[in-house]
């Protein structure tokens, strides 16, 4: 079966895997479609390399069907369509505080562990959620970004009739802006690109360009109750909390590698919230998969291109060097 493996040094190779048969309380699963996220992205650059075994496959955004079912496995049968959270959370410590998502130990699958870019991948079968019948299992590919969308949202705690200002309408942002709306607050998209803006108007989103952006005005002077840095820039985080409407929350998505200034003048005045959103929590995904049955949601506008498991090395190669995409799904089936 067809398997893509990174070698380090932000080489990929076009390989095999033979399926590895379940051990007890794992699934083997028949992979659909994984999507290219931004953090392959930078594992292709060779800048997680200290992080990432080689060789190794990657990628850990997809969805699949159930193949085989390992010994002590309830309530999945072959044929079920899943998804996989793709948090190994086998090794909780007190000091987690309970958060098992970002434990001290937490290990990513596809990052630290072997990922979805193959036909064959077998997992623990905690990972897995069961998609509803009939769902097209590209959009399901989304379910683990929308996951992240979910979790920013719910600790953002985005009420109805709130403004959300979503700083970085990239795949990420998007997502943000497209869940924050189902929970029924007016969303503003902050974002320098001019093809991304474009597809937050189609998706029905207003954006506006950096310094475009007048929220005062867009708020009877109010600001916004709630605002999302998912850009990661330095403009990014000090325009993030002067968005904020007095008590308003920032939430930080976005990685930020480097210290970066932030206005803590407006943290005083406005007696802001700053929280941060890592990854997501098992009932994130369960909404997430329910957002994805939403057919108003528009989410298929995403996905900018399906293309075959052969194709990956070219895939990160035309990325880093420009190529136009918000979601490139790869198609792994056999
Ligand atoms: N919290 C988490 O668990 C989690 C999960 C996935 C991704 N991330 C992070 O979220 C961020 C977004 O992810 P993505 O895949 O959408 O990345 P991306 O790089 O595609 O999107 C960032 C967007 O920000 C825009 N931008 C740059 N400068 C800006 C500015 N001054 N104002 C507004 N927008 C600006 C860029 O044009 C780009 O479209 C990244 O930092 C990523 O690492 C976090
Ligand atoms: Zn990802």
Do not use: N
Not at 49 to 56: E, F, G, N, W, Y
Not at 153 to 177: C, F, H, K, N, Y
Request: aromatic share 6%.
């Amino acid at each position: 079966m067809t398997a893509v493996y990174y070698e380090g040094g932000g080489t990929f190779t076009v390989g095999s895997s033979e399926p590895v048969p379940p051990g007890p309380g794992e699934v083997r699963l028949d992979v659909a479609y994984c999507g290219v996220c931004g953090t392959d992205l930078h594992i292709a650059h060779g800048a997680m390399d200290q992080r990432v075994p080689t060789p190794m496959v990657i990628g850990h955004e997809m969805s699949g069907t159930v193949a085989e079912v390992g010994d002590g496995v309830e309530g999945f049968r072959p044929g079920d369509a899943v998804v996989v959270r793709p948090l190994d959370t086998r090794e909780p410590t007190p000091a987690d505080r309970g958060f098992s998502h970002i434990g001290r130990k937490l290990k990513f699958i596809g990052i630290d562990s072997p990922g979805a870019l193959q036909a064959s991948w077998t997992v623990p079968a905690f990972t897995l959620h069961r998609l509803p019948p009939g769902l097209d299992l590209r959009l399901a590919a989304l379910a683990e970004p929308l996951a992240v969308a979910c979790h920013d949202v719910r600790r953002g705690e985005v009420a109805a009739g709130e403004t959300a200002v979503v700083i970085g309408g990239g795949p990420i942002g998007t997502l943000i802006a497209l869940v924050a709306r189902a929970r029924g607050a007016r969303v503003l998209i902050v974002e320098p690109d001019e093809t991304r803006r474009g597809l937050a108007a189609d998706l029905g989103i207003a954006a506006y360009e950096p310094d475009e952006l007048d929220v005062l005005a867009e708020t009877d002077g109010v600001g916004a109750e709630v605002v999302f840095e998912v850009s990661g820039s330095a403009p990014g985080i000090l325009a993030a909390t002067k968005h904020a409407a007095i008590r308003g929350r920032v939430v930080v998505v976005a990685i930020f590698p480097e210290p970066k200034p932030v206005a803590l003048f407006d943290l005083f005045w406005k007696e802001l919230d700053v929280r941060g959103a890592r990854v997501y929590e098992p009932e994130d995904f369960d909404a997430a998969i329910e957002l994805l049955g939403a057919t108003s949601l528009g989410l298929e506008r995403i996905i900018t291109a399906v293309e075959p498991l052969q194709r990956v090395p070219d895939i990160f190669a035309e990325l880093s060097s420009g190529r136009p995409a918000m979601k490139i799904l790869v198609d792994c089936r056999a």
